[in-house]
């Protein structure tokens, strides 16, 4: 694993993968946190990757009519001919490679471009699994689907939202009063009633079913 700190090596290691051989690239792109030139960058990759013969998927956030640079950076990548799905909520920032490349956001819980490089079959295919799991359930671009029965209770549903708005468990402590254990075992709980891996999944499938 090696850490990449703020936009500018994020960018310059989106741009380092055009000079890769690369047959697929899986790209999760929630609101943020990057700046415009990561965008911008993953972007001139998608159109690159896709002339060359690549598959590109890519997951965005159904509403970004308030950030006009994401919906920009959305719709040009979606113009080089990646595959778009959509979900009301992502809570991670990844971009993978194949099988043995990936990029990730290094605290899902911190604002800033901060990210992690992995390399490994083992490391990346976790990844590619969780990406490919997310993929297979948000379906094709469009409305979402109508929200299924919520099953909560007052303090999973809380906990969703403040991880959904990108809170740490030390955050969504602080908020609500309850301990960092019972927030982690909250969290955990819900996890495994949805049959998630990890809270990026979780996250995806809830607003998904639209719970939060």
């Not at 819980?109 to 997310?134: N, S």
């Amino acid at each position: 694993m090696q850490p990449l700190t703020g936009s500018e090596a994020l960018v310059t290691l989106l741009d380092a993968l055009r000079r890769r051989t690369v047959r697929e690239l899986r790209l999760a792109l929630p609101g943020k946190p990057y700046d415009r030139g990561v965008l911008q960058q993953a972007a001139q990759l998608s159109a690159e990757l896709v002339r060359r013969g690549a598959q590109v998927r890519v997951l965005h956030v159904t509403d970004a009519s308030r950030d006009r640079a994401y919906a920009e950076g959305t719709r040009r990548i979606a113009a080089s001919g990646a595959r778009m799905r959509e979900l009301p909520y992502l809570p991670v920032w990844m971009a993978v490679a194949d099988r043995d490349f990936a990029i990730v956001q290094s605290d899902p819980g911190l604002e800033g471009a901060d990210a992690t490089l992995l390399r490994g079959r083992t490391l990346v295919g976790v990844h590619r699994a969780l990406f490919d799991q997310v993929w297979a359930r948000s379906g094709g671009s469009g409305p979402a689907a109508p929200a299924e029965r919520e099953p909560l209770d007052e303090r999973e549903r809380e906990a969703l939202v403040l991880l959904a708005e990108g809170l740490t468990d030390e955050g969504i402590s602080r908020r609500t009063g309850l301990s960092v254990r019972t927030i982690r075992r909250t969290i955990a709980g819900v996890m495994t009633r949805m049959g998630a891996q990890s809270r990026f999944q979780a996250g995806a499938e809830a607003a998904r079913r639209q719970w939060i």
